[in-house]
């Protein structure tokens, strides 16, 4: 860690006089031209405003299953999940045999949907009428979704983004402070993904930054508890927990024994009454809490989803791993690969739980499940994307590239959905953006790769789906 914290050091202050060099980036050239014209007040609403207008102009676009029965596609799963929670009781949600895209995410999501619905329901019932709204398109449906996603995303993850840069930057240059909250609102992947495709991804990456935001001004029990809202609406946030837990176990074990217990039964108590308020209407049956957790965690799905750019789907080219072991088989090997693979991260973040050490650590474990764990899909790459994302200052070099290549990996499933252009605009934008972090490369790796994804796209693709699917 003392490596680490030199770097950073070096990275932002010089030997003589402790003055902050300027960055070569277009993003802190803006910063300095906002700061020279005493525009700073306005800057950081500007910044969300453009943010926001970024997302809709993506949101003009299509999106998953657009006009593609009969299963349609993500949206349509989200459009009837606030269908079903609306219209059936809450003990159902979770055992509806509709067959319709099954409700497969944590209570909150369910909350979320529910809220959505029933003022969605208000507007105008014949988008969430039951059973006869399957597939419903309409422009002003579209358009009441789309506006879901801009607000949730506005409430809980942009403002999650701009108390991050204030407190992380807190005894930075503003310009440096400004340029990192333009950069992390302008990832592209995430915009991609829920305006364009449509999710809510970043309800729960919001969640996670706010849990972050507490444990840097030393608020753990409150982090818990943003960080189990995290869990609460998608269990993909189970990737940042062995960080987390192994953070706030290291920071409990130097407050001597009886500080230690306490703080723990502080946290405990914290995680115990969160959870178990989200998943209140359940457990009360056996039966019906079990039935909540085979839907979130649907291990019957298989390995990993389409495309997405792990260890075992790389592995499964030349090694045909599902069918050469079976489920239970592949679920062993996953989670001892996982294990193995973030337990040096956390030893180590027990040992010395500094606030450098956790974002290092979210980003390890992150990583860790994303290459190695069972039943990723390709759109996971926004987790660990996100605390990497948030270093764009400290690491720009590894931030930049990784960013760009994230999104490049998302480039199938973009282009089935019909995003090309919003993806090469808004990846150029960020390419450019970020291009003096490290001489240009992001900028070659980026438009290079994917001029020939384009160029060799049918031979590639037909390759992938012969070697992997079957």
């Known amino acids: 860690?003392?490596?680490?914290?030199?770097?950073?050091?070096?990275?932002?202050t010089t030997s003589a006089g402790g003055k902050v060099p300027k960055l070569n980036l277009p993003a802190y050239r803006y910063a300095t031209w906002i700061e020279e014209n005493q525009l700073k007040r306005t800057a950081p609403w500007i910044a969300v405003a453009v943010a926001v207008l970024v997302r809709w102009i993506v949101g003009l676009g299509p999106y998953s299953g657009m006009s593609t029965p009969p299963r349609f596609g993500d949206y349509e799963a989200q459009r009837h999940w606030m269908e079903l929670t609306i219209h059936r009781p809450i003990q159902e949600w979770y055992s509806d045999k509709s067959k319709w895209w099954d409700l497969d995410y944590p209570p909150l999501t369910a909350y979320v949907s529910w809220i959505c619905g029933y003022i969605g329901d208000k507007i105008n019932p014949e988008w969430f009428a039951w059973e006869t709204s399957r597939g419903f398109e309409s422009p002003d449906a579209k358009f009441y979704m789309r506006v879901t996603?801009?607000?949730?995303?506005?409430?809980?993850?942009?403002s999650a983004v701009v108390v991050f840069t204030n407190r992380w930057f807190a005894n930075k240059p503003w310009t440096r402070k400004h340029t990192a909250l333009v950069l992390i609102v302008m990832q592209p992947g995430l915009i991609l993904i829920d305006s364009g495709h449509f999710q809510y991804n970043a309800v729960m990456l919001g969640f996670v930054v706010w849990a972050v935001n507490c444990f840097l001004a030393d608020q753990d029990v409150l982090g818990s508890v943003f960080f189990c809202l995290a869990l609460g609406f998608k269990q993909m946030a189970l990737y940042f927990a062995p960080a987390v837990f192994a953070y706030l176990l290291g920071k409990s074990f130097r407050q001597g024994f009886f500080g230690c217990i306490w703080k723990l039964i502080k946290l405990g108590l914290a995680v115990i009454l969160t959870l178990g308020l989200l998943f209140s209407p359940w457990i009360q049956s056996q039966d019906e809490i079990l039935q909540v957790l085979h839907r979130i965690f649907p291990v019957f799905r298989g390995l990993y989803q389409?495309?997405?750019?792990?260890v075992w789907c790389a592995v499964n080219v030349v090694i045909k791993l599902r069918e050469m072991f079976d489920i239970q088989q592949l679920v062993r090997f996953s989670v001892l690969a996982t294990l193995a693979s973030f337990l040096p991260s956390v030893l180590h973040l027990i040992a010395k739980p500094t606030k450098w050490g956790l974002i290092y650590g979210l980003i390890n474990s992150s990583l860790s499940f994303f290459l190695l764990s069972f039943q990723v899909h390709e759109k996971s790459i926004l987790i660990p994307a996100l605390p990497i994302t948030l270093l764009i200052l400290d690491e720009?070099?590894?931030?930049s590239l990784f960013v760009t290549l994230a999104t490049f990996t998302m480039y199938p499933l973009l282009k089935q959905e019909g995003l090309m252009m919003p993806y090469f605009v808004l990846l150029g934008f960020w390419v450019w953006f970020t291009s003096g972090t490290f001489k240009n490369a992001s900028r070659f790796l980026g438009f290079s790769a994917a001029v020939r994804y384009?160029?060799?796209?049918n031979d590639f693709l037909s390759v992938l789906d012969s070697e992997i699917f079957y």
């Open 1 to 12: 860690m003392t490596t680490t914290t030199t770097t950073v050091t070096n990275a932002t």
């Open 149 to 158: 996603v801009l607000i949730c995303e506005l409430l809980v993850y942009i």
């Open 306 to 310: 389409d495309k997405v750019a792990n």
């Open 396 to 399: 720009p070099a590894i931030a």
């Open 454 to 457: 384009l160029r060799f796209e």
